[in-house]
């Protein structure tokens, strides 16, 4: 009786082991976090950020998927219906996926939304559908180069800069440097969200209600003359015409005296030109006060996923973008700011108090944005500024072959 007795103890135990292998496996939940790769040391902070998040959730595994092509390699994702549970969403890609269905709609799942700056919010919020909070954002700012303005007997930009002081600085900077090279008051990349702030500043707008492009009003004729009005009176140019390839390299070089970076341009600055001595002002007024860009880029969940899964998904972007992980992107960001006003000061003592502008802009930010089947437009837009540039076009005649192709687009 004891020998059986004991068998069917030992019987009971083995079935119990065996039922409990199973039920581990499917508590544990696999995710997959998809990312553009970037530097080393970027690459090294985002994955010490998920491992801290697996260390607080050990129920949770997530397989870090970084990619150089990151935006084909999600488009076959897409296509193929198997994709990863969380992956950045860029703020000009957020349409054109919101409306493919692959990004889950936040509803409810965002924590601490009143942290998250509003200008930011209104970034990822898409047909009054709010989809994921964001992970960082840059805005664009004013950069000057101290040792040119010095020379010029000119004072540095200030909060209270409108366009004719910018003008005005820049007939007085335009020259040349110590070496004897052409020095451009201010670098004009010929590019549509360069010069966007300036439609935003002028009073303009992209878009009526109705959804119809809206670039032949005065107000954005005011900006386009302004912006293309510098380079034809020979005050400004794009990097090309100081032999660089981007606004960052020609400022760097000292071949201009003012650029209109965002602050992705810190750490370049800093480790390409490290004597640099530069400041930081907010981008000059125009008639309608001050404005400039935010390029944010947010955690989407996957729309496919599902129970246990999507609850995962949220976790892991909560964790990331809440106000944690707002700090960490703070105390290891390579220049892109928190996108939570909690993390701002932070960010500031890790950059400076020079830095401020940038985090300021956030208070009157634009979002950089373009409805779905947007960049035959954005293409001709640059095409135009690039000839109107070259003087083969007249600064009007940018926004009405722009307008053509937004209204075949859009319709008009």
Avoid at 76 to 83: L, N, R
Avoid at 369 to 388: E, R, T
Wanted: hydrophobic residues 45%; contains cysteine; proline residues 6%.
């Amino acid at each position: 009786m004891r020998t059986h007795r004991f068998f069917m103890a030992v019987l009971a135990l083995l079935l119990v082991l065996a039922m409990s292998v199973p039920v581990l496996a499917q508590d544990q939940v696999n995710l997959v976090l998809a990312g553009w790769s970037s530097s080393d040391a970027e690459n090294k902070a985002l994955q010490d950020a998920v491992n801290a998040f697996m260390a607080a959730n050990p129920g949770i595994k997530v397989e870090l998927s970084l990619s150089p092509d990151y935006v084909t390699t999600m488009q076959t994702a897409f296509a193929s219906g198997d994709y990863p549970e969380v992956f950045y969403v860029d703020s000009s890609k957020l349409p054109d996926w919101a409306e493919a269905g692959v990004v889950a709609p936040a509803g409810d799942n965002i924590e601490d939304m009143d942290d998250i700056y509003p200008s930011l919010i209104e970034v990822f919020t898409y047909k009054d559908t709010l989809y994921c909070a964001p992970k960082d954002f840059s805005t664009m700012t004013l950069q000057y180069n101290k040792a040119l303005f010095d020379a010029a007997g000119v004072e540095y930009p200030t909060a209270e800069w409108t366009w004719d002081d910018l003008r005005a600085a820049a007939e007085k900077l335009t020259g040349q440097n110590a070496d004897g090279q052409a020095v451009l008051g201010l670098v004009t990349p010929p590019n549509f969200e360069r010069w966007l702030p300036f439609l935003y500043q002028a009073g303009g707008t992209l878009f009526d209600d109705s959804g119809a492009l809206t670039l032949d009003t005065p107000e954005a004729l005011q900006a386009i003359e302004l912006y293309v009005g510098l380079v034809e009176d020979g005050l400004a140019g794009p990097p090309s015409a100081v032999d660089a390839g981007w606004g960052g390299e020609a400022f760097g070089n000292g071949r201009v005296a003012m650029a209109m970076e965002g602050n992705w341009v810190i750490n370049y600055l800093k480790e390409q030109f490290p004597d640099l001595e530069w400041g930081v002002a907010p981008l000059p007024a125009g008639p309608a006060g001050q404005a400039t860009m935010a390029f944010t880029v947010c955690y989407g969940v996957s729309a496919a996923a599902e129970g246990a899964e999507a609850e995962a998904a949220w976790k892991l972007a909560n964790f990331l973008t809440g106000k944690d992980g707002a700090k960490m992107v703070a105390d290891t960001s390579f220049g892109v700011m928190p996108g939570r006003a909690s993390a701002a000061e932070a960010w500031i003592s890790r950059f400076g108090e020079e830095m401020q502008a940038f985090v300021s802009g956030a208070d009157y930010a634009h979002k950089w944005q373009l409805p779905v089947g947007s960049q035959p437009f954005i293409d001709a837009f640059n095409d135009a500024l690039q000839q109107a540039f070259s003087g083969q076009l007249l600064p009007e005649d940018v926004l009405t072959e722009a307008q053509s192709v937004g209204d075949e687009i859009w319709g008009g």
